[in-house]
């Protein structure tokens, strides 16, 4: 299993609508094992052209004997905004090697938090979407569950990334892609212009009529 968080040093507070992608080279702050998995995998930022340009590639190294997993995570403070709307977004590929995936998160007391998704198939890129509510299949590791549970640990994330567990017999070096990890939030969205001129124009439409309809009844009464 290999897990890929984003680790750093600094720990920072998670910027809504802020994309890490890689793109400048490095590793972003990310790093791998501590403190969920086993140190198992080599972590770089490659760039092999086409639309997605650089991203976080975590190689397992072929082992054929064992289950082999680790995180690849970046630490966070304290989130402090509306965690009940908050969620990630991120671009995952599982290379050449389909294993056990999820987004995992540690909370300070201890508490390991997954959510569990799956490549449709190797060598493809996917972007894999959820909120921190427990109805998007949130799994507290080991224990009983509850939204307020979930939102308790989340106010004190110390890391958040990516874990992956890999199978037994992989002969070959295992390789996980990852790209695009951005936190988004609900309740900010402004309509668009369009959308709203729209639903002036059928609300229009809509009185118009009805008017034209309440008209021809009058008359009609009066007739
Ligand atoms: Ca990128
Ligand atoms: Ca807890």
Redesign the pocket.
Known sequence: MVCVMAASSTRATPVVGSITNWNTGGLAGWSNSAPLGTAMMTLTNLNEGGGQANFLRMAFPAIPMSITNDMMYSSLDAYTGDLTGMGIRFDFRSFNYIGSTTLRFK?L???IWDWSFDSASENLWETFDTSFLLSEGWDRFGDVESDA?LL??LSTITAIGIYVQTGLGAMDTQFYDLDDWEYWETGNEIPEPGAVCMLCGLLLSFALVQRKRLRELYLQRAA
């Open positions: 909370a007391d201890g508490d549970l308790a640990d």
